[in-house]
């Protein structure tokens, strides 16, 4: 599809669900394939900052296996924290405020603000402009952790370096107006790093030691590394879920489908589906709870009233996208390969892969499809 085709897409209104267009998005964006991936750095790219604090914060989660905690109760919290965190990137800052495939009601909006306060995972519009870059310009020197250049880089490696300019130069064009007008999330960002210091780690800490008595220390420990098991599960969707796995859903780019990675990382490994279809509150074609944790807790809430317009892609366009730029693997190219083992390339031969190359952040991108809007599914439609 050609850039900014979306032009007159709009349709619901509300804080999350205002599908706007946006004329100088994609200018000159970046193709896939397209420009050479620059390996180069050196070391005055390195930020020290970072580059110490991570390597202290590896060596203290290490530590904590030699002074393990002596009650019960500390390894159940930070479990809590854990899942709490953990659905604060997954459920809120990734799908609600990046994607924005539900809508949620101010209280819920509220607590998803504190569970990514409690995550220490940057405060939520840097979080997602990140989120979104990657989305629009994946595989690209744009793309923050464009995982061409290797694994280490997609992981965490990206964290250790200044950014390649093409990611803030088109970084800029990413609209990232919704967030911030946001009178409090703009003040979220001004509080976030004390405010995590106290909620992620001083809070926790404190709790353990005089809540039951825990020794200080060893409280301080499982916190670390609890903390960077939050932070590894969630880096593994810019790494493992772009090298290993299927793509069922779109060959062009490098994200893949990973059962193994939906349970590990709250619903996530459904990658290659999350590229082609952003605004999926699952995430997955099949949502499973099983392999998609967020999906309860994003259900939960919406049984509560207090999530709404929980988007889904339907199965004929779901059907239509794996014929049409599959990699052959979804039992869908399966059957159409029995049936005709030549459809890839009489679609081809329709022009009917024009839209491979497809890039947008989810709902609310004025280069979604018109057919992909006019075609999604609302569950616990939200009524003013
Ligand atoms: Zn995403
Ligand atoms: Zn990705």
Redesign the pocket.
Known sequence: MAPNSMSEAGTSSGTCNTVKTNKTETDAVPKLGEGEVEWTWTWRDIKPLNTTVLIYLHIAGIQAFFNMPHCWQTYLFQFIILLGSGFGVTAGS?RYF??KSYRANSALRYFLIFLQTLSAQEDIIKWVRD?RVH?KFTDTNADPHNSSRGFFFSHMGWLFIRKHPDVTTFGKKVDMSDLENDKFLLFHKKIYMPASWVVAFIGPICICYYGWGEDFMCAYYLNMLRYILGLHVNWSINSFAHIVGNRPYDKNNSSRDSPLFGFLAFGEGWHNF?HAF?WDYK?GERGDYFTNFSCIFIDFFAWLGWATDLKIVPDAVIKARVLRTGDGSHPYSIEARKKNPNFQEELKNNNEGERDLDHFWGWGDGDMAKEDLAGVDIKHKHYE
């Open positions: 990734h990046t994607h989120h989305h999350h952003p995430t």
